[in-house]
Each structure stands twice: as structure tokens, then as C-alpha cells.
């Protein structure tokens, strides 16, 4: 495990954001055909809030992030990205136990692409399928 932190989000860590979505996601879109260079940095842009977001950091310096949005039946759960060199290290699960802390009781939703690694982390966390189609796996936690 390392040693991590969170900070708020600000507007000027949207670039950095973005260009580590289209390293995280590059695969799993490429594999299924929905790799686009712009697009995936571009989603990123046009849905990017820093009052919801929080930057990770490990050592001192950028190692992700992770969103939770307010939605009209509880939270939306957006953008977690770790960079990969401190993937696989247990603190996607610590992140996300941090996050979750006191929301037993909220409905927090969220989407991961067919076939992503990620969705055995937020199963471990309780999110269940909610349904699905050919790009995303939509999963719940705590019904409202």
C-alpha cells in the first residue's frame, strides 16, 4: 500500500485529468472500438466539475482522481483514474473505502465499460449490476 492523500479538485487540473482518462481508458475502448483521441479527452472537459472532484496523490504529486456527483436519488460516482504505476497496490480500494465512509445509506451509482477490470473493485464495495448494454455495466449500491 502507499501513502496517498486527497486534495479539492481545481479547474486547472482539468488537462491532467483528461490526458489521464485517455491512458486509463485507451485499452479497454480500443478493444471495444470506441477508442476516439479527442472524444475521450473531450467527455472528460464538458463534464468536469471541481466542486465534486478530488485529486489523489501519492508522494507529493498527481496520481489520479475521483468524482461524486449529486444526483436527484443520491450520488453519482465519476472519473476514478489512477495513473498506472501506483495501480494494483491497494489504493483503488482504499480511495474508494475513503469515498463511500458514512454513505451506507445513499444510492451511488455508477458506469464501467464491459470488460474492465474495475468492476471486480466496486463489487468488493457492493455495487451490483444494475443493467448493462454492449459498452457499459451500470451498478448500484445502497438502493434508495
Partial sequence: MVEWRVRAASIGDVDVIAELRALVLRADLERLGRFDEHRVRQRLRDAYEPSHTWIVEVDGGFAGCVALRPAADGHSLEHFYLEPRVQGRGLGSAVLSWLLAGRDRTTIRLNVLQGSPARRLYERH?????????????????RA
Avoid: H, P, Q, S
Fill in 126 to 142: 457492493g455495487f451490483t449490476v444494475e443493467r448493462e448494454d454492449t459498452v457499459d455495466v451500470f451498478m448500484i449500491r445502497g
